[in-house]
T-cell receptor, first 113, second 109 residues
């Protein structure tokens, strides 16, 4: 079955460490997205990519980095520059047609100790 | 600024009907989405409205009034598995999604 796989589901990090969250999709979607979800707030866009080898900053890109070397993969690195990284991170993809409905991965919960 | 408002939490009884409202103020409008999200899981797509009126899909219906900046999600014949958060999102004039904080729906037997 087609879908989006995020890993790891749970991740603990010490302050000052970079961590990379994996996102892989086999839906053949062109566009991929990273969102951050915090309690009591709407989803906030970190980065998005409409096509391979190209990506744009979202609303809260500071302290994060991404790459899009393959259509299937869009990893997110949370760097030590991100001041409040503890959150639930959601990866999504869409086929850029019609309503452009997002398909989400199951999420990765990052906790900074 | 752009804003999406939804009630934080609602409670309903199994078998009943519940209406979850969403009001929006955005720079332009290119469609409104409803997603369902069970705790700790991925949001899943429920409905999409771009024209005024009611869209029905089984037990779920979604309504849109663009002139009022208003939408609602109607859930009928509530089941315990409908306990989840319901997210409203609007696509603005730049085709960027603006998300509400979500409404946590609690279903009681």
């Amino acid at each position: 079955d087609g879908g989006i796989t995020q890993s790891p589901k749970y991740l603990f990090r010490k302050e000052g460490q970079n961590v990379t969250l994996s996102c892989e999709q086999n839906l053949n979607h062109d566009a991929m997205y990273w969102y951050r979800q915090d309690p009591g707030q709407g989803l906030r866009l970190i980065y998005y990519s409409q096509i391979v080898n190209d990506f744009q900053k979202g609303d809260i890109a500071e302290g994060y980095s991404v790459s899009r070397e393959k259509k299937e993969s869009f990893p997110l690195t949370v760097t030590s520059a991100q001041k409040n990284p503890t959150a639930f991170y959601l990866c999504a993809s869409s086929d850029n047609s019609g309503a452009n409905v997002l398909t989400f991965g199951a999420g990765s919960r990052l906790t900074v100790l | 600024g752009q804003n999406i408002d939804q009630p934080t939490e609602m409670t309903a009884t199994e078998g009943a009907i519940v209406q979850i409202n969403c009001t929006y103020q955005t720079s332009g409008f290119n469609g409104l989405f409803w997603y369902q999200q069970h705790a700790g899981e991925a949001p899943t797509f429920l409905s999409y409205n771009v024209l005024d009126g009611l869209e029905e899909k089984g037990r779920f219906s979604s309504f849109l009034s663009r002139s009022k900046g208003y939408s609602y999600l109607l859930l009928k014949e509530l089941q315990m598995k409908d306990s989840a958060s319901y997210l409203c999102a609007v696509k603005d004039s730049n085709y960027q999604l603006i998300w509400g904080a979500g409404t946590k729906l609690i279903i009681k037997p």
